[in-house]
């Protein structure tokens, strides 16, 4: 006959006995699955983020600005889809006055995301690893003289801005006009060299981030 103790008893041992197998399910199933879960989230808390990466540009302007007054001059560049098949597209002439003093920046923008995002401050963090490089009509400028520094980087370029190891950076340049050009060449190259940037690297070393050829007219 079977008493409520023993009944309580039998209950018990199956209870234990359900509770064992569960547990066994449990790490011969579900274990291996957490712990694969566990191995791939440490794993991508792991992976830093990528570095030197080529930055997007789809907006161009240079700015020409007088250093004792007068207009400033625009000239700008245009790549509407980014890094998709379109080039990117010179959209203006440069036009300067002759035996003026100026001061040459630029706005970089990547307008591909809303709101644009300011590649110029971007390439500012990122000083030591970039530059721009210059070619001109020979004899356009009274100051750099020369055809500047496209095809030898010892050349002569007024840089303004310097990084950190003091190589020329090139998103400030200091310019004076000579005489009188029409359809002249003004060319600018940025180049993106991460790791390779030195005091004698040039348009060889690294990637182009772009590479723009205004016409130039000073009158």
């Not at 712990?35 to 830093?48: K, L, R, V």
């Not at 995002?117 to 030591?128: K, L």
Request: glycine fraction near 8%; charge should be negative.
């Amino acid at each position: 006959m079977i008493t409520d103790l023993n009944l309580a008893k039998f209950l018990m041992k199956k209870k234990y006995k359900l509770m064992g197998y569960f547990i066994k399910v449990f790490f011969n199933c579900l274990a291996p699955f957490l712990f694969t879960f566990m191995i791939i989230s440490c794993t991508d808390q792991d992976i830093p983020a990528l570095e030197n990466e080529v930055e997007i540009m789809t907006d161009i302007k240079l700015i020409f600005t007088p250093t004792l007054g007068g207009d400033v001059i625009q000239a700008r560049a245009q790549d509407i889809d980014g890094p998709g098949v379109q080039n990117i597209e010179v959209l203006d002439e440069i036009y300067l006055s002759t035996n003026t003093n100026y001061i040459l920046t630029f706005e970089i923008y990547n307008n591909l995301k809303n709101p644009g995002e300011n590649i110029g401050i971007e390439i500012r963090e990122e000083e030591d690893e970039h530059q721009m490089f210059f070619l001109f009509t020979n004899g356009a400028f009274l100051d750099p003289e020369g055809n500047g520094n496209i095809d030898n980087f010892s050349d002569s370029i007024n840089y303004i801005d310097y990084d950190r190891y003091n190589n020329p950076v090139g998103l400030e340049t200091y310019w004076i006009t000579g005489n009188q050009i029409q359809n002249g060449l003004f060319k600018v190259i940025l180049m993106h060299q991460p790791g390779v940037k030195t005091s004698t690297s040039g348009i060889f070393d690294g990637d182009f981030d772009f590479n723009l050829e205004f016409i130039l007219n000073i009158s």
